[in-house]
């Protein structure tokens, strides 16, 4: 595999690329499903890349999904412009890897018995 200039974003543990991916047509190479996948214990499977809801720095100097963050305490400056980013963000919807991952898994293995 090429090597990857790109610098990882942690997110609440989990690993994606600056555009929140963890597998990028924009950043060639880059593919952490087999990390994230490891970070909860499991063995890696061929499953589609999940992707990350954007997080933004907020004036306190926390981090809060885009999502559900009030925008008038959000800065504008997105979290993919810095660089060496380990963050954590408290929403249990957006970053619940556990979650988000077995769904991303299940589906593969349901795609995979066709
Ligand atoms: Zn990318
Ligand atoms: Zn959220």
Known sequence: MAETEVQPLEINDALFCPHWKEVCTECPGFDTREENDAYLGW??????????????????????CKKHGTPSQLFPMPVSLQINIDISV????????????????AAAKKAGKK
């Open 43 to 64: 063995d890696p499977i061929d499953r589609q890349g999940i992707e990350c809801e954007p997080a933004i720095l907020t004036k306190d100097g926390t981090y809060q």
């Open 90 to 105: 408290d929403c249990n919807q957006c970053y619940n890897w556990k979650k988000i991952l077995t769904r991303a898994r």
